[in-house]
C-alpha cells in the first residue's frame, strides 16, 4: 500500500484548498492540454504504472480513436493553487499527448469543490467493472447507429 505518497500529495492539495471559481471557468468546455497537470499520487486510483500491458493497450485503443474531428469523453479537471489537476481522464489525455498532429486543447468537464470531493469523484468514477468491448463489437454498434440515423431524421 502506498499510503505516504499519497497522503503527502493528498495533504499538500488540501492546504492550498479548490481554487473559487469565475462564471468562465465553469463553463469552460475546453483547456490547453499543456495546462493541465495530472497528480497520480491522488487522483489515480489505480495501482499499475503506464507500462503494464493493460494500461498501454488501453491507450493505443484511445489512441487509434483519435482520428480528424473525433473527440474522446471530457477529462474532468479541478483547479487548485492556480492549476489545472485532471481527476478522471489520465488515459485520454494521454492519447491526446502522444497522438500529435495539430490538437492543442482537451475536451474538459469542470468540477467544482473541495480537494476530498474531487479524490471521492476520481475513485466513483474508476469504481464501476465493467466489461470492455471488443474492436468487433464496437464496430458492429457502430453499424447499428448508422442505420437508426435515417430514423432522426
Same mark, same amino acid.
Given at each position: 500500500? $502506498?499510503?505516504?505518497?499519497?497522503?503527502?500529495?493528498?495533504? =499538500?492539495?488540501?492546504?492550498?484548498?479548490?481554487?473559487?471559481?469565475?462564471?468562465?471557468?465553469?463553463? &469552460?468546455?475546453? &483547456?490547453?492540454?499543456?495546462?493541465?497537470?495530472?497528480?497520480?499520487?491522488?487522483?489515480?486510483?489505480?495501482?499499475? +504504472? =503506464?507500462?503494464?500491458?493493460?494500461?498501454?493497450?488501453?491507450?493505443?485503443?484511445?489512441?487509434?480513436?483519435?482520428?480528424?474531428?473525433?473527440? &474522446? +469523453?471530457?477529462?474532468?479537471?479541478? $483547479?487548485?493553487?492556480?492549476?489545472?489537476?485532471?481527476? +478522471?481522464?489520465?488515459?485520454?489525455? =494521454?492519447?491526446?499527448?502522444?497522438?500529435?498532429?495539430?490538437?492543442?486543447?482537451?475536451?474538459?468537464?469542470?468540477?467544482?469543490?473541495?480537494?476530498?470531493?474531487?479524490?471521492?469523484?476520481?475513485? =466513483?468514477?474508476?469504481?464501476?467493472?465493467?466489461?470492455?468491448?471488443?474492436?468487433? +463489437?464496437?464496430?458492429?454498434?457502430?453499424? $447499428?447507429?448508422?442505420?437508426?440515423?435515417?430514423?432522426?431524421?
Amino acid at each position: 500500500m $502506498k499510503v505516504s505518497g499519497w497522503h503527502e500529495a493528498f495533504q =499538500e492539495l488540501r492546504a492550498k484548498g479548490a481554487d473559487a471559481l469565475t462564471d468562465e471557468e465553469r463553463d &469552460l468546455r475546453r &483547456l490547453p492540454m499543456a495546462v493541465v497537470k495530472t497528480l497520480e499520487a491522488v487522483f489515480q486510483p489505480r495501482q499499475f +504504472d =503506464e507500462r503494464t500491458s493493460e494500461s498501454g493497450k488501453h491507450l493505443d485503443v484511445l489512441k487509434r480513436a483519435l482520428q480528424p474531428g473525433i473527440e &474522446l +469523453d471530457p477529462i474532468t479537471v479541478f $483547479k487548485v493553487g492556480g492549476a489545472w489537476f485532471c481527476i +478522471d481522464g489520465h488515459h485520454r489525455l =494521454e492519447a491526446y499527448r502522444q497522438a500529435g498532429g495539430k490538437r492543442t486543447h482537451v475536451p474538459v468537464k469542470v468540477f467544482e469543490g473541495s480537494v476530498e470531493d474531487a479524490f471521492r469523484l476520481c475513485i =466513483e468514477a474508476n469504481a464501476p467493472d465493467k466489461l470492455p468491448m471488443t474492436r468487433e +463489437d464496437k464496430l458492429e454498434a457502430a453499424w $447499428k447507429m448508422m442505420l437508426l440515423v435515417p430514423a432522426y431524421t
